[in-house]
């Protein structure tokens, strides 16, 4: 239990150390004004209708880097900085954002698993944590219980899991259009592949979290049975 309790706060303090960074380079990107002049709902327009995308909607939203896609109302959805402002930040933002959509266009694999997942995943997410306390108080007389927390956990870790190259291929496309249009300068891709990258970093400390504390998990587990 003391090793659960070490690792979660190591990756706490390495994701909060993630998110530092992430903010302060989209602190600094949004101060960089985008020489072709675009704000970030153009970008985004642009990018779908080059795609031949034309049943998604680009809209605003409240909230601090709240940016997402929704495949259910095909809405690509920038937060209020993003869709107003004509700098790298934004274009990245928005141009990685129109990536989901144009991996939902094209029944992108990955995309599509994660689609499917997040039904069981809103259910698991909302019971793992009582399960698995539960679990561990009474591993003596009903280890069951602890490998029922294990597999709501299994399902939350493979939706970490499954949103990694989700996220990576969203940001490929983004810069890849990004920099065939032009729409960034050599001087700005840099900068735009910088903040994207940061973004990712977040999805990939999740994800190893998730990971390493079900292998704890199932270690505590199995050392039960050895112990009986």
């Known amino acids: 239990m003391n090793s659960i309790w070490l690792v979660s706060l190591f990756f706490v303090g390495i994701s909060m150390w993630v998110s530092y960074r992430l903010r302060s380079k989209f602190s600094a990107y949004s101060q960089q ?8 709902r153009e970008v985004a327009e642009q990018m779908l209708r080059e795609h031949g995308i034309q049943d998604v909607q680009v809209v605003s939203v409240d909230g601090v880097l709240s940016d997402h896609y929704n495949p259910l ?10 869709y107003n402002n004509k700098t790298i930040a934004a274009a990245a933002v928005a141009a990685h954002e129109c990536g989901h959509a144009v991996q939902h266009a094209k029944a992108y694999p990955w995309l599509t698993m994660r689609s499917r997942l997040v039904p069981a995943v809103q259910v698991s997410s909302g019971l793992v944590q009582w399960v698995l306390l539960a679990g561990i108080l009474m591993i003596k007389v009903f ?23 989700v996220e990576f291929d969203a940001s ?5 259009w990004l920099g065939h249009t032009r729409v960034a300068n050599e001087r700005e ?5 910088d903040a994207l990258h940061w973004a ?22 199995l050392g039960n049975r050895e112990r009986n």
């Not at 490929?172 to 890849?176: E, G, I, K, Y």
């Open 172 to 176: 490929q496309r983004a810069l890849a």
């Open 33 to 40: 004004p985008l020489s072709s002049g675009l704000t970030g």
């Open 189 to 193: 891709f840099p900068q735009a592949k």
């Open 143 to 165: 280890p069951a219980l602890l490998l029922l927390g294990i597999g709501l956990f299994a399902l939350t870790t493979l939706f970490s899991l499954v949103t990694l190259p």
């Open 73 to 82: 109302t095909r809405t690509v959805n920038l937060s209020s900085d993003v």
């Open 200 to 221: 990712a970093m977040t999805y990939v400390v999740a994800a190893l979290a998730s990971l390493v504390t079900l292998v704890q998990y199932i270690f505590m587990l």
